[in-house]
Every structure is written in structure tokens, then in C-alpha cells.
């Protein structure tokens, strides 16, 4: 069945996979991004099934008149696929104060303020599917990644919560956490990568940056692949809340359970046992 999906970051890398293959499934798309002329012309060029439309998502204005401009367009938005972010890489005390703001506000409040503008749509219809891309560093944390992590983990515990406040109006959500894919995530227009600052961090700076830039264009993931299996889900009836893409993605999850639960058995007998002892003993 054909839908309007909405589609963030549609200039580059994944977003112009999904866009791409969205429209050659019979799809109606609206492509978001700062160029929308580029993301035409990456596209094929004017087409009737196509809106390419500007969309800072880090400005909720921004935001209201692209989905205006989809309904506008199309009558109605079916799937909105967030997928917009970028990568402030660093050790947490070498991130500038204002890098970790923009991090969080790209990664976190882009896909709040586009979901918001998005969500009196869908629940108007009554139908409608919000899938916003998070990743593996939205569940395990890791070295060089403080301030990228926290904004994925933010996305974690926003889209959760969401499912649970939208659910009783017919519209579904997923969070998806990709491994390694070889996007254009660990390029310079999308990472921002840290000058050692602090001589305690200089040498493990450079060698991380250099090796993170050395993964770049290696990485297992195929993005083209991801997209297909993101409108696979975009077309199912009961998608799932949770996808984890990847073999990687699979195994860095496993693990993380693993060590909650272990986590969560360590802290029973303390734990455990601080509630209020109101049996007057």
C-alpha cells in the first residue's frame, strides 16, 4: 500500500537511501533537508510523487512548515522516519560545552521538535508511525562517545515514554539502533572531531581520532540494505518498538542485558532492602 513517509536528513547517506527507495517502492515522500534543491536534483530531479522541502530540525518553525508543506502536498503523512543527526566525537572533559549543546539539541530536540510538529497529524487520522533512529550508543556507552551517547540515550528514554502516550491513538512508533554502517556519519560534514586540549588526553586523542577515521568507508553495515529494511517495518501492521540493526547491533545488546541483569542480581541484597520498615518491629 502506497504512503507519505517524511523523511529527515534525506540530503545524504541514509536519508537518501530511504528517500530513494521509498519512492521507487510507489511511496510519496517528503525529503527534508537544509538543500532541498540538492536533495531534488540527488533524487532524479521534479517529480509528482516527491516534495523536496527545506528542514533545519533543530528549529521547531522550521519543522511546522515542512509538515504543512507534506499535507499541503499530500493530504496526509503516514511515516515519519527521523533520521537527521550528527557526531560530536571526544573525551567528555575535551567536548566544548556548546559542542555538547549542539549535539543534543541535533540528535535529541531535531527529532522532538519534528515529531511534534508531525504528531497532531497522525492523531487527527488516527493512524500514522513514528520511527526515529537512534543507535547502538543508545544502549551501550563507550570511550570518545560521552556526548554522542548521551543525546542517544535521551532518544531511547523519549521514544519509550512516547510509545506508551500515543498508543491509545492508533500511531505506532520504533526505535532503531544501528551498528556500524558505512553512511556518512564519520565524515567531516558530519562529525566534529576534537583538538586534544587537555595533556592527559593528548595522546589517546589523537590515536582514537585517527583510528575512528580509519573505519570510515569500512564499516559492515549497508546502508542500502537498512533503508529497505526500515520501509519493510514502515509497512507492517504491528511493527516492532525496537529494531536493532546489525549483527553487531545484536551482539552489543545481548551483552548490555546480560550485564543489566547482572547488575540488577548484585544490587538485590542491598538494594533490596531499602524500603521504610512500617511494621512497627
Known amino acids: 500500500m502506497s ?15 530511504i528517500a530513494r527507495q521509498a519512492l521507487a517502492a510507489g511511496h510519496r515522500v ?9 536533495i531534488e536534483r540527488t533524487l532524479g530531479g521534479p517529480q509528482a510523487d516527491l516534495l523536496a522541502t527545506r528542514l533545519d530540525v533543530t528549529s521547531l518553525d522550521d519543522a511546522h512548515t515542512a509538515v504543512r508543506a507534506g499535507v499541503d502536498r499530500f493530504g496526509r503523512i503516514d511515516v515519519l522516519i527521523n533520521n537527521a543527526g550528527n557526531f560530536y566525537a571526544g573525551f567528555f572533559e575535551e567536548i566544548a560545552p556548546e559542542h555538547l549543546h549542539r549535539q543534543i539539541e541535533t540528535n535529541l530536540y531535531g527529532p522532538m521538535n519534528v515529531t511534534r510538529a508531525v504528531l497532531p497529524v497522525l492523531r487527527a487520522q488516527r493512524d500514522g508511525h ?18 554522542y551517547a548521551a543525546s542517544k540515550f535521551g532518544v531511547e528514554g523519549w521514544m519509550e515514554s512516547l510509545h506508551h502516550d500515543i498508543a491509545p491513538y492508533n500511531v505506532r ?87 543489566l541483569l547482572a547488575q540488577a542480581e548484585a544490587s538485590r541484597a542491598l538494594g533490596g532492602s531499602l524500603g ?3 511494621t512497627g518491629a
Open 276 to 278: 521504610h520498615d512500617d
Open 3 to 17: 504512503k507519505v513517509i517524511f523523511v529527515t536528513g534525506a540530503g545524504r547517506g541514509l536519508g537518501t537511501d
Open 130 to 147: 513514528i520511527i526515529t533512529l537512534s543507535s547502538i550508543a543508545g544502549l551501550v556507552g563507550a570511550e570518545f562517545n560521552a556526548a
Open 173 to 259: 512508533t520504533t526505535v532503531v539502533e544501528p551498528g556500524f554502517f558505512r553512511t556518512e556519519l564519520l565524515m567531516d560534514a558530519s562529525t566534529t572531531w576534537p583538538e586534544p586540549t587537555i595533556e592527559d588526553y593528548a595522546d589517546r586523542t589523537t590515536a582514537t581520532v585517527e583510528a575512528w577515521k580509519s573505519i570510515n568507508g569500512q564499516q559492515p553495515g549497508d546502508p542500502a540494505k537498512l533503508a529497505h529494511a526500515l520501509l519493510a517495518i514502515a509497512g507492517q501492521a504491528e511493527p516492532p518498538q525496537r529494531f536493532l540493526a546489525g549483527a553487531d547491533a545484536i551482539e552489543g545488546a545481548t551483552a548490555k542485558a546480560r550485564a
Open 30 to 38: 517528503v525529503a527534508t533537508g537544509r538543500r532541498p534543491e540538492e
